[in-house]
């Protein structure tokens, strides 16, 4: 098969199977790749209503068809499994040079059951895959064992690693790889930490099949040329991602103080200027990337000096803006503590802000906590992540995420635990952004901003390109209201299609949201590297089978799945934010149940949320169906 | 061609080394390459090219005498090298490479591959003023 390396690699801690096998061509086509196969196997293999930390649950490392190949940015690897964070569908993407590697080495798809019996790491040099003692690289921080690994086994091998957080089973722990490049959500380091597997490494040496090697080199060319020639080429990758802190203050939208609020205003000290100012030494770009928005450097505080990739701007907008950290220096510092731990910054900095409000509140005391918690303290991040990570005192109950320590601590803690469906809440503020806040409410991982960002569909002065998102140091201007629009249900699903079709190709959308990299080249791409003719429609339509599956799995998973799943805390609803250019605003609950029910009803699905088997029939998804209706969640 | 490399513009993407595989080797397989881009991390933190600059280390130690200067290029000659990987040891920038699935090495001809991908502008290839 063109494209792909051919073969599956499974690994069973349990008995120490190992096992190649082919991959399927009937798989690659219904579902690309990358989270297409890791939904496809979740369905297919995973054993129904099993703890994320039972043995049997499974790990997933896809790549995609693209993956590795000279297309602009083919660095992203999709990693699977039952989340510990929901209990639901999983996964969390990755750039850096991983997925690549694991191709050249000849594999598609890593997938890791069982448990080892003592803690344990996996070794891949091409065809030599051995399960390894972790000895001392067991205990390390994230980074560290990164650098002792391949220090012992040379730079030529790709490593992911975990830190204390995964091996502690924090639930939103993460991955970590390539020195500051993170899997961050759903906890997907913690299910690996649960397997005792503390690092892959990976060598490749191999080659990958191509269909016409001649015009995919001259279309690989052409498009790095597209792409530099593209006006968001300049402005977009000096700063990366935190470029965008201007704007999302100016516009209103920026988490600040727990998400109590939407504007802070130090922004203009924690923003992509900042880090190019007072942090950045290197561009650090992800495999075959024209335009880096890594930007690693070096900080400094009165806490410690660390060398650090980031902040990217989901950190900045949670150490940043919900923890109020003033400087970049903290923030980065911040951002250093958590990759070196192994946890996620979006998940650590919304538990962190919610245990802070908490103590202002009354609501967890200073006996409990071990010390006064405060907003702008970096001593505070820093003490409850080590609590965190060790599972001590207050920080066992905080390593569980908000929704399950709101549960625990009550006193109506959950209205201002920001999550959806137990994950964390990210960087953008939505309650004068009804079309962002839908793109929340039913994103399938739960709070996650990268399925759809359609904060340009709900906002006044909203980008037009990414000139208007970079540009930023403007005027801070009151908002006027947003509508709740019937149109904001197809918004959100076109962005839920496209933009997650690149995790299944294995390759990052920066270059087609951000810059407008258009997608006749990826078809034409797809075709000289596959032989495979899919138009993009053709292949948006494999992502909306895709979703429903995704649906479908969490449906599956957890006991009376559905449309009560799918809302903001109460914040959002019964709150007016209290400062800044969207002061005032809030989204009542009808307004919220009316976004949903247009939503369910432009995707078929049924009041609660469900695909209905019309729905999952049209898609070809008729096993899914019977499964379904076999197991009693579809009851029409 | 002379080559010009500029570390502080490189961002470790490695789309040069995908590149020179592809024009060399006809082959999705940077492991091939005939660069090499060293990521120094956590510190310093940055990144270091290593390119051959033609430096002659390989010929001059040579036991066959198959490496030999053409055009302003050193070139191993397949029908003299025996595949001892003396050349491999001795170059200073380990650029030298060992070919994956093949028993002879191979080095850069300055084809100009990984100037022309290169989307940092930090792999610059200018005409040689003594070619």
Not at chain 1, 46 to 63: K, Q, S, V
Not at chain 1, 443 to 456: C, K, Q, T
Not at chain 1, 624 to 634: I, M, P, Y
Not at chain 2, 14 to 30: D, H, R
Request: contains cysteine.
């Amino acid at each position: 098969m063109y494209g792909y390396a051919g073969t599956i690699l499974r690994i069973d801690l349990s008995s120490g199977a190992i096992e190649k096998q082919p991959l399927d061509e009937t798989l690659a086509e219904r579902f690309i790749g990358g989270r297409g196969f890791v939904a496809k196997l979740l369905f297919d293999e995973l054993p129904r209503g099993i703890d994320p930390y039972d043995e049997r649950n499974l790990f997933i490392a896809a790549t995609g068809p693209l993956s590795g190949h000279l297309v602009p940015a083919s660095g992203k690897t999709h990693f699977g499994t039952k989340s510990p964070a929901t209990g639901g569908y999983a996964d969390s993407n990755m750039g850096g040079h991983f997925g690549p590697a694991l191709k050249y080495a000849g594999y598609d798809m890593l997938i890791i059951t069982g448990c080892s019996p003592v803690p344990s790491y996996l070794f891949i040099d091409d065809d030599q895959v051995e399960i390894r003692p972790a000895g001392n690289y067991w205990g390390q921080g994230a980074l560290t064992a990164e650098k002792s690994l391949k220090t012992d086994l040379g730079e030529d091998f790709q490593i992911l690693t975990i830190g204390p957080a995964g091996e502690q089973r924090v639930r939103y722990a993460c991955l970590s790889h390539d020195f500051g490049r993170q899997a961050g959500r759903s906890g997907v380091g913690a299910v690996l930490g649960s397997k005792r597997i503390k690092a892959i490494a990976v060598k490749g040496t191999g080659s990958l099949p191509v269909f016409d090697l001649k015009k995919a080199f001259a279309a690989g060319k052409e498009a790095y040329k597209k792409v530099s020639a593209k006006p968001g080429f300049t402005e977009w990758t000096p700063e990366g991602t935190a470029g965008i802190t201007n704007w999302v203050n100016e516009v209103g939208v920026f988490p600040t103080r727990n998400f109590k609020t939407s504007f802070s205003d130090h922004y203009q000290a924690i923003n992509g200027k900042a880090i190019l100012k007072k942090l950045k030494i290197t561009d650090k770009g992800c495999y075959c990337c024209p335009t880096p928005c890594g930007k690693y450097g070096h900080t400094q505080t009165r806490l410690g000096n660390a060398y650090v990739e980031g902040p990217e701007y989901e950190t900045i907008a949670l150490f940043g803006g919900n923890c109020e950290l003033k400087t970049i220096e903290e923030v980065a510092y911040a951002n250093y503590l958590c990759d070196e731990l192994g946890v996620d910054t979006i998940s650590a900095g919304a538990v962190i802000s919610w245990t802070i409000e908490c103590f202002e509140k009354g609501m967890l005391s200073e006996r409990e906590i071990g010390r006064p918690v405060r907003f702008s303290d970096l001593e505070t991040v820093n003490y409850l992540l080590d609590k965190i990570v060790a599972r001590e005192g207050i920080g066992d109950l905080l390593a569980e995420g908000v929704k399950k320590a709101a549960e625990k601590v009550g006193q109506g803690s959950h209205a201002f635990a920001i999550h959806v469906k137990g994950l964390e809440w990210t960087g953008y503020e939505c309650r004068n952004a009804p079309s962002m806040m839908l793109a929340y409410m039913t994103a399938d991982i739960g709070a996650h901003h990268s399925r759809a960002w359609v904060l340009g569909h709900d906002m006044a002065g909203a980008w037009t390109n990414v000139h208007d998102l970079v540009s930023g140091g403007g005027t801070v201007e009151r908002q006027p209201p947003a509508r709740i629009r019937a149109d904001s249900a197809r918004f959100v699903i076109d962005s839920q299609h496209t933009r997650p079709l690149f995790d299944a190709l294995g390759i990052c959308r920066l270059q087609l949201m951000e810059l407008g990299f258009e997608v006749e080249n990826y078809e034409a791409l797809f075709y000289f590297i596959t032989g495979k003719k899919r138009s993009w429609k053709e292949m948006l339509g494999v992502s909306e089978r895709i979703w429903n599956l995704t649906r479908s799995i969490s449906a599956r998973e957890i006991k009376g799945f559905g449309r009560s799943w799918d809302f903001p805390p109460d914040r959002f609803s019964t709150e007016p934010i209290p400062s800044g250019p969207n002061e005032g605003y809030f989204i009542p609950k009808e307004s919220l149940d009316q976004l949903l029910d247009w939503y369910y009803a432009e995707r078929g699905w049924d009041a609660n949320g469900l695909p209905t088997r019309q729905t999952l029939v049209r898609l070809g998804l008729e096993e899914v169906a019977d499964q379904l209706t076999a197991e009693g969640v579809l009851t029409h | 061609m002379t080559p010009t490399v500029i570390h502080e513009k490189c961002s470790g993407c490695g789309t040069c080394k995908l590149a020179c595989a592809m024009e060399n080797f006809s082959a999705v397989q940077p492991a091939r390459a005939l660069l090499r881009i060293e990521g120094r991390f956590p510190a310093p933190g940055d990144y270091q090219i290593h390119f051959c600059d033609q430096c002659g280390e390989c010929a001059d130690n040579c036991p066959v005498d198959a490496i030999a200067m053409e055009a302003g290029v050193y070139r191993v000659d397949p029908d003299l090298c025996t595949g001892c990987m003396t050349c491999v040891e001795v170059c200073p920038k380990g650029v030298m490479v060992e070919q994956p699935g093949s028993e002879l090495p191979a080095k850069c001809i300055l084809c100009g591959a990984c100037a022309e991908i290169c989307p940092r502008g930090a792999i610059v290839m200018t005409e040689s003023m003594h070619a």
